[in-house]
């Protein structure tokens, strides 16, 4: 531990002179100067801000900053000191992006006041026309007392929707930090904050990830109200809560859960809660890493919660009675718990009728098969069960490999390892130059490796069907650990032939059947076997899915009555449908 | 605790690799062979002929006769000695685990097969499902008389398709090494096996029996004496008769398509009858389909047992020469009893022949037997191979002509 420190401590003195070029007599200079003859040790490693022409307004700006804590803070009635505590939380005149108006209310005799803001996340003209407006015109000389001052500019001049009042600067700086615009009055010990969110964001657009062809194709954006709202869009009901979490030491995001009050298990909805609240990071920035930080089993081999960008999927798993999280600049919601089977599931099952929608399941249960087991079963078979391959086939593979100098199972592996970089290398090309990689992947796959006697060409046959087994895997998390696990079963296959691949689905299996989401067996309702609606892997038609998925323990086991079309009880045998 | 037995099953799992237990072989590395011929050896005891695949890519595109096979012969003492001997001048690893055939030559079968049965049975790499073939002169020369494949690459797809070909003619008969092995082992069943030959290419000569007998014998050939040319040398009809591990006779074509009758593994094959009435001028062609799986029944009492065997075929009218009415009426049901006749006959005759002439039960009438017997014990000492030839047979035919096939009715202007 002792050279641990040490080592650090080395470490951040050496970034501390190299990062920041200090020029002689700046302010810059006098402050690191002097923090390191304090406590060199904890320097951490900060860029230099760029250097601000402006001087100084604050000579003792660092040591009062540290004892201005915004949540003991309270507002003051001396708009001087509440400027001055502004100045100094938001590090003015430094910052630019904070807009501090000073204007004066038209009372008698005229009050000063002060509206704080930031540039860009808030709306301009809601500024200009609901705040700065009725405050400085439609006052006109009126007597007020200080203590109702604030009141009655909440109840009778704001126009805005949202005007809250706060006497704590941690709701203030939360409420400006996220849009809204503070506004201080000279003699009150309270501000008002007033909603005047409106920043520049993107429109909803279609799904990138998850799209269908028959269905609604609109997608979740980077703002988390928009996303609530989209889910609210789709379900009507007046027992859907979203409740807000904040999450995040420095950062602190906006986390929505979302469920069904008279449906959902109260306890699955307080586990997440709880999950969620007792999050201690600095910084939780999209919904992916807050999956990582609440999931059961960081080590297990599957994802423990779906991620989805289209509201119809959170809003058909809401009313099964599942618990949305959505996170602030995620354009993703997370839908918690999840069985395995769910993640299999694409809503384009639902939207087709019935023997399609099941044609699709079972092209994609042999596609999920095919992506994780077919380069392991064919270097199984090649170096190790010959006797099964069809004589024809055999020899035919045989001759193929004749000019390759390389083992299969190098073979396997390097163009396995080439599919995954033309994979890589795909989606992290810029999108003007994309083409260049079809054709440079082609090349180098279909023919120039088989020309030079590299690989076979059944093998690329192999690697293709794999990868392209891999693309009809409708959740990209599970795809991905497909994909991983594809190279685990060829290494088993080439030691231990069709016995290593049985030892790891056994040992896969063991893992899936050992792990729980949210409390959830992972693999129910096949382990445990419980009784459920006819939605595993096949689906049955809608309106026998009666009931729904009992391992949730929803309030509300029952979906539909048994007789969902109610248009059959009037038909009788011989006679028509009037 | 728990990270301790993580490491130790990691550190038991990265072991595993290294015992030296390695079964891994690539596939080019493998000679394959497809087709094993097993001879009497001039030096040692053996002359094992080997057809060894020369692997060529699918769909490439080349001259149609191109060798794809190697035929090579090695005499030794046993057949995997031979296969040993064999890796020495084939830089191949030679394995059997692709062989779908074994040919025996005639003169080993008559010897006994037995004891060439016992290492093909053992044998990891050779298949039970492997057909066991006799041929009717050198196996060699079967092989390499084969080797101008006109439709296949390799003589394994080849004989596929030749030996599935027997459900089509009923000519032909399909054995493999199981099932001889099973009948070997039977009390009440003796092998058969099915009989190749090479085609000798046998001038068709003027006869001096009656035009019926002529028409009779249309199936009635040995392998390698059916009177054709051109095409591949090797001839698939008929079959091997055993008694137990010894060859005793072939049954021509005719006679094998009786025995699958009775057997039950006859599906369909196409007869040709002599009119009735008509002294041998006109002939019906039938196509003959089992319509249910043959009825066997034996009855025993001290002083005879009597073989009841009942046959249910159905019919598909696909020539009448004569120009007469068969499909409806009397003379259909009189057609019917003349073809149930003449099969009735041909069966018994093949059945008589196997009792007095063989004495040697390859139906397998002595498996309807064991229902008598409570132990297996019981059932061998009851020495049913022994009784067989002095038992009784009845045989009955229910044929029905089912099918006119696209005319309903002969008319005259079809003559």
Not at chain 2, 64 to 90: C, M, P, R, Y
Request: glycine share 6%.
């Amino acid at each position: 531990m002792k050279d641990k420190s040490s080592f650090w401590k080395r470490l951040s003195q050496v970034f501390t002179f190299q990062d920041l070029k200090i020029e002689k007599g700046s302010i810059y200079d006098q402050q690191e100067s002097m923090e390191e003859k304090k406590i060199p040790a904890q320097m951490t490693l900060k860029k230099p801000v760029r250097a601000s022409k402006t001087p100084l307004v604050l000579a003792d700006q660092k040591k009062q900053d540290s004892s201005l804590d915004p949540q003991k803070l309270r507002v003051s009635s001396c708009l001087e000191k509440n400027k001055g505590y502004l100045q100094q939380l938001y590090v003015l005149p430094k910052n630019k992006d904070i807009i501090v108006r000073e204007f004066y209310l038209d009372l008698d005799p005229p009050t000063p006041a002060l509206l704080v803001f930031i540039d860009g996340l808030a709306e301009k003209e809601t500024i200009n026309n609901a705040i700065l407006k009725p405050l400085m015109v439609f006052l006109r000389g009126k007597k007020l007392e200080n203590d109702d001052l604030i009141t009655y500019i909440q109840e009778h001049l704001l126009p805005g929707h949202e005007v809250e009042v706060a006497e704590d600067y941690q709701t203030i700086l939360e409420g400006i930090n996220y849009g809204d615009t503070a506004v201080f009055v000279e003699g009150c010990a309270k501000a008002l904050i007033v909603e005047t969110k409106g920043w520049e964001k993107r429109a909803i657009d279609k799904p990138e990830i998850e799209e269908v062809i028959l269905g609604p194709n609109e997608a979740f954006n980077e703002t988390i109200r928009s996303n609530t709202a989209l889910i609210r869009k789709n379900l009507r009901n007046e027992k859907l809560i979203t409740e807000m979490i904040k999450v995040g030491a420095r950062n602190r995001i906006d986390v929505a859960v979302m469920y069904l009050d008279d449906l959902t298990n109260p306890q699955l909805v307080e586990l997440v809660k709880k999950r969620i609240s007792s999050l201690n990071a600095d910084y939780i920035s999209v919904s992916s890493v807050l999956e990582q930080f609440i999931e059961d089993n960081p080590f297990c081999l599957c994802p423990q919660l779906l991620s989805t960008e289209r509201p119809d999927r959170v809003v058909s798993f809401l009313m099964e009675g599942h618990v949305a999280v959505l996170v602030d600049g995620a354009p993703l919601s997370l839908i918690a718990p999840v069985t395995f089977f769910s993640l299999i599931h694409s809503p384009e099952d639902y939207y087709l009728r019935l023997p399609y929608g099941n044609f699709i399941r079972f092209l994609r249960i042999l596609a999920i098969l095919i992506t994780l087991l077919i380069p392991g079963i064919y270097v199984a078979l090649v170096t190790f069960h010959q006797e099964m391959i069809p004589t024809e086939l055999l020899l035919a593979i045989a001759a193929s490999r004749v000019p390759v100098p390389f083992p299969t199972i190098f073979e396997v592996f390097s163009m396995e390892f080439a599919f995954e970089l033309i994979r890589e290398a795909g989606v992290r090309i810029p999108g003007i130059i994309g083409n260049t990689i079809g054709i440079v992947g082609a090349l180098i796959l279909g023919q120039a490796a088989v020309e030079a006697g590299i690989v076979s060409p059944i093998l690329i046959i192999v690697v293709a069907i794999a990868g392209l087994a891999s693309f009809a895997v409708p959740n990209f998390s599970l795809s991905f650990s497909l994909r991983q696990r594809r190279f685990m079963f060829t290494i088993l296959a080439a030691i231990f032939g069709f016995f290593g691949i049985a030892g790891g689905l056994f040992v896969y299996l063991t893992n899936l059947v050992n792990t729980k989401s949210f409390g959830v067996p992972y693999l129910a309702p096949y382990s445990p076997q419980v009784k459920t609606s006819p939605d595993v892997f096949w689906r049955g038609p809608l309106w026998s899915m009666e009931k729904r998925p009992p391992y949730l323990k929803s309030q509300d086991q029952q979906r539909q009555p048994n007789i969902s079309r109610g248009w059959l009880k009037k038909v009788r045998r011989g006679k028509k449908d009037e | 605790m728990f990270r301790k037995l993580r490491f130790l099953l990691i550190i038991a799992f990265l072991l595993l690799p290294l015992q030296g237990c390695w079964g891994m072989r690539e596939i080019d590395e493998m000679g394959y062979v497809l087709l094993m011929g097993i001879d009497k050896g001039k030096e040692n005891m053996v002359k094992v002929t080997f057809q060894i695949a020369l692997p060529k890519p699918l769909g490439e595109e080349g001259s149609g006769d191109e060798v794809s096979t190697e035929i090579v012969e090695v005499e030794a003492a046993s057949l995997f000695g031979a296969e040993q001997l064999l890796n020495t001048f084939v830089s191949k690893h030679i394995t059997l685990i692709h062989d779908t055939t074994v040919v025996v030559t005639e003169e080993i079968a008559r010897e006994g097969l037995a004891k060439y049965i016992n290492p093909l049975v053992r044998s990891r790499e050779i298949r039970r499902t492997n057909y066991l073939l006799v041929v009717k002169g050198k196996a060699n020369d079967f092989i390499e008389k084969n080797r101008g494949l006109v439709f296949e690459k390799y003589p394994s797809r080849q004989l596929d398709i030749l030996m599935a070909s027997s459900h089509l003619t009923g000519i032909m008969y399909k054995s493999d090494i199981h099932m001889f092995y099973r009948a070997l082992k039977s009390p009440g069943r003796q092998p058969v096996l099915a009989a190749v030959g090479i085609s000798q290419n046998v001038e068709a000569k003027a006869s001096d029996e009656s035009k019926i007998e002529e028409i009779k014998r249309e199936n009635a050939y040995l392998p390698g004496e059916i009177p054709r040319k051109g095409g591949n040398k090797i001839d698939v009809i008929g079959q091997a008769v055993f008694k137990e591990e010894r060859l005793v006779d072939f049954l021509n074509g005719e006679e094998t398509r009786f025995y699958q009758m009775v057997t039950g593994e006859f599906r369909q094959s196409i007869f040709s009858f002599p009119e009735p009435g008509s002294a041998g001028n006109f002939i019906i062609v039938m196509k003959i389909r089992k319509a249910c799986s043959p009825d066997i029944t034996i009855t025993a009492d001290e002083r005879k047992t009597t073989i009841k065997v009942k046959l249910f075929l159905n019919g598909e009218i696909m020539s009448i020469q004569s120009g007469k009415n068969y499909e409806i009426g009397p003379l259909g049901n009189e057609l019917e009893r003349h073809i149930s006749g003449l099969i009735t006959a041909g069966v018994s005759q093949l059945i008589k022949k196997t009792q007095k002439e063989y004495y040697s039960d390859i139906f397998g009438f002595g498996e309807f037997t064991r229902h008598f017997f409570w132990t297996w014990e019981e059932w061998e000492n009851y020495q049913w191979l022994e009784k067989y030839p002095y038992c009784a047979v009845e045989v009955q035919t229910f044929f029905r002509i089912r099918d006119p096939g696209m005319m309903s009715q002969t008319t005259s202007s079809d003559n």
